[in-house]
C-alpha cells in the first residue's frame, strides 16, 4: 500500500537561528510592560540623585546578592548573605564620597568569601560575585555623585544599555542568521549584535546633539564602547547561567527573569563609563 509523503523536512544550516515568529516574539509584550513600569521609576531616582538612587542602587545589589548566592549555594546560608552585606554597605560609602573606602570594602568582604567558601575557583565562585555585582553599583554610585554632570552621564549611560539591549533583541528577532556565541547563548545572533552596535552608536549621537556636544565622533566611538562592552557582560551572565544550569538567575522583573538577567550589561558598562569619567576629568559629560 502507498503511503502519502508528508511535506519534506526542511534542512537548516547549522548556526542558524530558526524560530517561528510567534516564538520569537512571545515575550516582547512582558518586557514592554515591566520595562514601562520600572523604567520611569529608576530614572526618576537618578534624576533627583541623593538618598533616592543610593536607596535604589543600596536595595538593587541585596536583590543582586540573593539571587548570586542562591545561584552559588542553591540556598542562602547566614554567613553568605552576612559577608555580602558589604555590597549595600559600599554603595552607602560611595555616595558619601569614600570611594577608596568603598573599594577596599569591596576587597575585604572578596577575601571573606573566598576563606567561607574554600577559595576562588569555577568549582567555587562565590567570592567573585563581591567584585562581579560590587564595581558596578559601586561606580554607578560614584558617578552619578559627580556635581556638574552625574545626572547626564547616568542617565545617557542606562539609555545606551537599553538602546543595545533593544537593537540587538528587534533585530535579532527579526532577521535572525547566524548565532553569535552558541555554545554559550543559542538565540543571540551576529544580526542582533550588530543591530545593537548600531542602536547604541546612534543613541550616542543624538545624546551628543542634544547635549550641544563639540565632539560627536567622540561621543559615538565612547557609544561604541559602551555597547561592545554591554554584549560582553550579557554574553558574560548568559555562561554564568549556562555553568549554573539554569534558564534565569532569579523571578523578581516579568519579562526578563532576575535583577541579574536585566543588569548583566550594567554592571560591566558602569565602570567603563567611571574610567571614562576619570580620564575626561571634572565637568565634562563623557557623552558630549
Not at 58 to 75: F, K, N
Not at 178 to 190: E, F, H, Q, V
Request: hydrophobic share 55%.
Amino acid at each position: 500500500m502507498n503511503e502519502i509523503a508528508g511535506p519534506p523536512t526542511v534542512q537548516h544550516p547549522p548556526g542558524l537561528v530558526t524560530k517561528s515568529a510567534s516564538a520569537r516574539w512571545s515575550d516582547l509584550r512582558l518586557r514592554i510592560l515591566s520595562a514601562a513600569i520600572l523604567a520611569p521609576a529608576a530614572l526618576a531616582c537618578i534624576w533627583f540623585g541623593g538618598a533616592a538612587f543610593t536607596l535604589l542602587v543600596a536595595v538593587i545589589t541585596i536583590g543582586l546578592a540573593y539571587e548570586w548566592i542562591h545561584l552559588c549555594e542553591r540556598r542562602t546560608p547566614l554567613p553568605a548573605a552576612l559577608i555580602f552585606l558589604a555590597l549595600p554597605a559600599a554603595v552607602v560609602q560611595a555616595a558619601l564620597g569614600h570611594a577608596g573606602g568603598a573599594l577596599a570594602l569591596l576587597a575585604a568582604a572578596t577575601i571573606a568569601a573566598a576563606v567561607y567558601a574554600g577559595g576562588i575557583s569555577r568549582a567555587k565562585p562565590l567570592a567573585f560575585g563581591i567584585p562581579y555585582l560590587g564595581l558596578g553599583s559601586v561606580a554607578l554610585v560614584w558617578l552619578r555623585l559627580l556635581p556638574e554632570t552625574g545626572r547626564a552621564d547616568v542617565i545617557i549611560l542606562l539609555l545606551l544599555v537599553w538602546a543595545s539591549d533593544i537593537g540587538a533583541y528587534l533585530v535579532g528577532r527579526t532577521v535572525g542568521g547566524p548565532r553569535l556565541a552558541p555554545a554559550i547563548s543559542p538565540g543571540k545572533t551576529w544580526s542582533g549584535a550588530v543591530g545593537g552596535l548600531f542602536a547604541v552608536v546612534a543613541t550616542g549621537l543624538i545624546a551628543s546633539a542634544i547635549l550641544g556636544g563639540t565632539a560627536p565622533l567622540r561621543a559615538a566611538g565612547f557609544a561604541a564602547l559602551i555597547g561592545c562592552v554591554s554584549q560582553i557582560g550579557d554574553l558574560f551572565e548568559s555562561h554564568l547561567k549556562r555553568r549554573f544550569g539554569v534558564k534565569d538567575s532569579g523571578w523578581l522583573i516579568p519579562g526578563h527573569g532576575g535583577l541579574l538577567d536585566r543588569l548583566d550589561a550594567v554592571l560591566f558598562a558602569a565602570p567603563l563609563a567611571g574610567l571614562l569619567a576619570l580620564i575626561l576629568g571634572a565637568g565634562v559629560v563623557i557623552w558630549q
